[in-house]
């Protein structure tokens, strides 16, 4: 198999680990491990203490099975699958679910691995463009017309990165009936759910909205906690499931145990978890609304309703993004993420609002544009 270069990840091999300020992270303030820690119940503490670093179950710890199924309304624990992250689930569904000659529709601008490693199986991709002027929102009657006899896949990502959008309910559902009228799968790409702005707009879950759908969930967005590298798909699907799992049996085979572990503490106490994922989002967002109004003259953007990323766009005359990101970066060590990175024309940049430093970057930003945006 030849994939294509991940543009996003090569961007961000350069850049990551040098830059002063991540303006473009896609998640949010990693959580300190001896908080993490300082939340675990008694099992918990005990499963930590007395760990033993050998191999892992293939599947999954049963408890940590256990705990990402109640996330869900009808999932049991031996519906869900683990992987080192959301990456490898998705390698190993696209692997599995489609080969040469299947067809899939794919939203986009989005997350590369969603549509490229099936391209590189020889699948045919058709790409559900999101638009600004449309809010970013889902256009369910291109979808209709995108669909052919070959369609195996919708895969959709909700809440979205880059754009911070979120369908609303009566969308999600002509979604999940469009997919069931066509007999096709449903990737529903959920690792921003939980970070809704108002949990009134939360949707249910794809692997909960239809048996023939996937959810993918990790604990690096909305759980900050990147460094676990623990993502899973959760499904009613138990056949697919299986052929997941043996192909993964060829990439990490199972998961860290320390990770495990930790994974289970963070679900547990999900609530404080995730309410403080959202207090960084809320007051972070608070000063965009301020800056895109101050600079509504020079920036514009759809404000998201869910996540930690928003799709802004740069529209002074004359400067490219790419350009002005990369003068940035240099004079003021703010890292942003051009849509190019995407393969996106225009001028889109995606901006992160989950780290706790962001007062600051804005600020650097803020003096940058003055002397370069008149």
């Known amino acids: 198999m030849r994939i294509a270069d991940f543009a996003l990840e090569r961007y961000f091999a350069r850049w990551e680990f040098t830059a002063r300020y991540l303006l473009c992270a896609s998640d949010v303030q990693a959580f300190p491990m001896a908080e993490l820690l300082a939340l675990a119940d008694q099992e918990g503490r005990d499963l930590w203490d007395q760990l033993r670093l050998g191999y892992t179950e293939s599947s999954g710890h049963p408890l940590l099975r256990r705990e990402i199924a109640s996330l869900y309304e009808t999932i049991e624990p031996d519906e869900v699958l683990t992987f080192a992250g959301a990456e490898e689930a998705i390698f190993c569904l696209m692997n599995v679910g489609l080969g040469p000659g299947d067809h899939a529709v794919v939203t986009w601008p989005g997350y590369q691995s969603l549509y490229e490693i099936a391209r590189a199986n020889g699948a045919v991709i058709t790409l559900h463009e999101l638009r600004e002027s449309d809010g970013w929102a889902l256009d369910l009657d291109l979808l209709r017309r995108q669909l052919t006899p070959a369609t195996r896949w919708i895969v959709v990502n909700v809440p979205h990165n880059p754009t911070g959008m979120l369908s609303d309910r009566a969308t999600f559902d002509e979604l999940v009936a469009i997919a069931d009228e066509a007999g096709t ?26 048996a023939r759908a996937l959810s993918l969930g990790v604990m690096s967005k909305s759980f900050a906690l990147a460094g676990l590298r623990i993502g899973w798909l959760a499904s009613h699907d138990r056949d697919l499931l299986k052929r997941i799992a043996a192909f993964k049996d060829y990439t990490t085979i199972c998961s860290s145990a320390p990770a495990e572990i930790l994974s289970i503490i963070a679900l547990r106490a999900r609530g404080h978890v995730l309410g403080r994922s959202r207090a960084i989002v809320a007051d972070n967002l608070e000063r965009l609304d301020e800056f895109f109004d101050d600079w509504a003259d020079r920036f514009s953007w759809v404000r998201p309703r869910a996540g930690s990323i928003g799709f802004p766009r740069l529209t002074v005359p004359g400067v490219r993004i790419d350009d002005w990101a990369a003068r940035l970066v240099e004079a003021e060590g703010v890292l942003l993420l051009p849509g190019s990175q995407f393969g996106h024309p225009g001028n889109h940049f995606r901006l992160g609002f989950g780290r706790t430093d962001l007062p600051d970057a804005l600020s650097h930003l803020e003096t940058f544009a003055a002397r370069t945006l008149r």
């Open 185 to 210: 799968s449903l990737l529903v790409d959920e690792v921003y759910r939980g970070l809704e702005f108002d949990e009134v707009d939360r949707l249910p879950a794809g692997a909960d909205a239809l």
